[in-house]
C-alpha cells in the first residue's frame, strides 16, 4: 500500500488566495471584495462608463465581473492580480488601435496597471463607440 503524502498547508493557503467560488450579487459587493487602491481606479472607471452610457443602461454582473448593459452588455471591467482591464470587444479595440498604442491589448481587451489607468477621455470613446455600435446593430 502506497503513503499518499499529505499537503495540507499548500491547500490552505490556496483555498485563501482563491477567489469566491460565488459570483458577486451586484457590482458593489464585487468592489468591496476588491483592496485598494485598486478598488479607486475601478471605482473611477465606473463612473467614467456611466457617464458614456445611456441613462437608462444598467450595471450587472456577467462572467462574474462588473458590466453596464443596455439592450445587451455593453461593456465590462475587472481587476485582477497583476492588472485591470476594460473589455469595450475586438472591434471597438481595432477602431482605436492607434489610441491604444502603448497599452497591452488581446482580441476584445485592454490591461494595464492599477496604477496607470486608462485616461478617462479615452475610456469615453471607447465605451461611447461600443453604445453606438450596439444601437446599430439594435436597428438592424
Known amino acids: 500500500m502506497k503513503k499518499v503524502k499529505s499537503n495540507h498547508h499548500s491547500s490552505a493557503a490556496k483555498a485563501q488566495t482563491q477567489k469566491p467560488k460565488r459570483a458577486p450579487k451586484d457590482?458593489?459587493?464585487?468592489?468591496?471584495?476588491?483592496?485598494e487602491p485598486v478598488r479607486s481606479t475601478l471605482n473611477k472607471m465606473r463612473a467614467t462608463i456611466r457617464s458614456?452610457?445611456?441613462?437608462?443602461a444598467t450595471e450587472t454582473i456577467s462572467y462574474r465581473i462588473p458590466a453596464f448593459k443596455?439592450?445587451?452588455?455593453?461593456?465590462?471591467?475587472?481587476?485582477?492580480?497583476?492588472?485591470?482591464?476594460?473589455?469595450?470587444?475586438?472591434?471597438?479595440?481595432?477602431a482605436f488601435e492607434n489610441e491604444l498604442k502603448g497599452f497591452s491589448t488581446s482580441k476584445g481587451t485592454i490591461h494595464f496597471p492599477a496604477d496607470k489607468p486608462l485616461p478617462t477621455a479615452l475610456i469615453k470613446k471607447l465605451v461611447k463607440a461600443r453604445v453606438a455600435q450596439h444601437e446599430g446593430k439594435k436597428r438592424r
Not at 27 to 35: F, H, N, R, T
Not at 52 to 56: F, G
Not at 71 to 88: I, K, Q, Y
Open 27 to 35: 457590482v458593489d459587493e464585487y468592489l468591496a471584495g476588491i483592496p
Open 52 to 56: 458614456a452610457v445611456p441613462p437608462e
Open 70 to 94: 443596455h439592450n445587451g452588455v455593453l461593456v465590462w471591467f475587472a481587476a485582477f492580480s497583476t492588472h485591470c482591464s476594460l473589455f469595450p470587444t475586438a472591434s471597438v479595440i481595432e
